[in-house]
């Protein structure tokens, strides 16, 4: 399985250097979310043209680096519905320009009525909920299938999709062959079910046989009733049992480091090829 990072986890910089840390880091490839890695950016296609685009991209073709994921995350029940619309148009204007990164897909999560804080809120659970993000999503849908791009979409326990069931119903009532899933099993976990989380890996690849192509790996540790990331290796997510099921199951999904810190990178990659070996 080929590893990336989430690109702006090295910090908000140049294509030209951001290519190279990851190469020399030792990735296969990056995820990456235009207005965060790159300076003076603001992913909005009005703001850049192709040639501005194609000099993006050229630094990971120049280091044989893959761009699994252009990010385009966005908040589909954010009250604003002018920001709504924007950021719908942004999504659609980056499953346009894809191509020009040899990108397949453009990902994002499904959202919380806590607008900007993307947390739990009792409405994310509610048949409005779902319908509201079912609704956006089958539209942008229409322009994934014009560019064959495909959406990529992550269930979180704090959103819309908070469970992998909840996800799995979206995906049979709007997928027109152009969506596709991203797996974030920390993303799921709460303090009531996080020692399940093997159980709820086991649970997506169960549902999502065929659709899986990233997954965003993360590791936690226990703090005063809260969930605290950490490096891969240094807390209790058991990548022991869930790597070789991820390879098992979805040998071509790309694995993508999350919020790893800077300093905490080369022992995570390290961790991770020992037990892919």
């Known amino acids: 399985m080929k590893i990336g990072v989430r690109l702006h986890d090295f910090g908000k910089s140049n294509p030209v250097d951001l290519a190279k840390k990851a190469k020399d880091m030792g990735f296969d490839g990056v995820q990456l979310v235009?207005?965060?890695?790159?300076?003076?950016?603001?992913?909005?296609?009005?703001?850049?043209?192709?040639?501005?685009?194609?000099?993006?991209?050229?630094p990971f073709f120049d280091q044989n680096l893959d761009v699994a994921l252009l990010g385009s995350y966005f908040n589909p029940v954010h009250s604003d519905k002018k920001k709504v619309n924007d950021f719908v148009l942004k999504f659609k204007d980056h499953l346009r320009f894809a191509h020009i990164f040899n990108c397949p897909f453009v990902g994002t999560e499904t959202g919380s009525f806590n607008d900007?804080?993307?947390?739990?809120?009792?409405?994310?659970?509610?048949?409005?909920?779902?319908?509201?993000?079912?609704?956006?999503?089958?539209?942008?849908?229409?322009?994934a299938f014009q560019n064959k791009t495909y959406m990529a979409v992550e269930g979180a326990y704090g959103h819309c999709m908070y469970c992998p069931k909840q996800l799995r119903r979206l995906y049979d009532d709007i997928n027109n062959g152009y969506l596709k899933i991203i797996v974030d099993v920390y993303n799921y976990l709460s303090i009531d079910n996080y020692q399940n989380h093997v159980d709820i890996l086991k649970e997506c690849l169960e549902l999502f046989p065929n659709e899986i192509v990233i997954f965003h790996l993360k590791d936690f540790i226990v703090e005063q009733g809260k969930l605290v990331q950490v490096g891969l290796g240094k807390g209790i997510m058991r990548w022991d049992i869930m790597l070789p099921l991820m390879e098992k199951s979805c040998p071509h999904a790309y694995l993508i480091f999350e919020g790893v810190k800077k300093e905490d990178m080369a022992s995570s990659l390290e961790y991770v090829h020992s037990i892919l070996k």
């Open 116 to 143: 900007d804080s993307w947390t739990y809120n009792p409405l994310n659970r509610t048949e409005d909920a779902y319908n509201e993000v079912k609704t956006i999503f089958s539209d942008i849908l229409k322009v």
């Open 34 to 58: 235009i207005n965060k890695a790159f300076e003076n950016q603001s992913g909005m296609a009005h703001t850049m043209d192709d040639e501005l685009l194609t000099s993006f991209a050229k």
